[in-house]
């Protein structure tokens, strides 16, 4: 969709299961424009906490000085 410069949309099924935060995990790290949950609290934590582990994983590409 990006090519056509079109927004990613992404809807995250309603349904607890085990494989959801996966399938989030996955749709999240797209960094689509647009999500559509049922609970979106739940989602933006997730984010959240997605960007804050990721960011911690990834070392600072500036030198120390």
Same mark, same amino acid.
């Given at each position: 969709?990006? $090519?056509?410069?079109?927004?990613?949309?992404?809807?995250? *099924?309603?349904?607890?299961?085990?494989? $959801?935060?996966?399938?989030?995990?996955? %749709?999240?790290?797209?960094? *689509?424009?647009?999500? $559509? %949950?049922?609970?979106?609290?739940?989602?933006?934590?997730?984010?959240? %906490?997605?960007?804050? %582990?990721?960011?911690?994983?990834?070392?600072?590409?500036?030198?120390? $000085?």
């Amino acid at each position: 969709m990006r $090519r056509f410069d079109l927004p990613l949309y992404v809807p995250v *099924p309603w349904l607890q299961t085990a494989d $959801r935060l996966e399938l989030l995990d996955l %749709a999240l790290s797209q960094n *689509p424009d647009y999500v $559509r %949950a049922h609970r979106p609290a739940q989602v933006r934590d997730h984010h959240d %906490a997605i960007g804050t %582990a990721s960011a911690q994983a990834v070392p600072s590409a500036l030198p120390d $000085r």
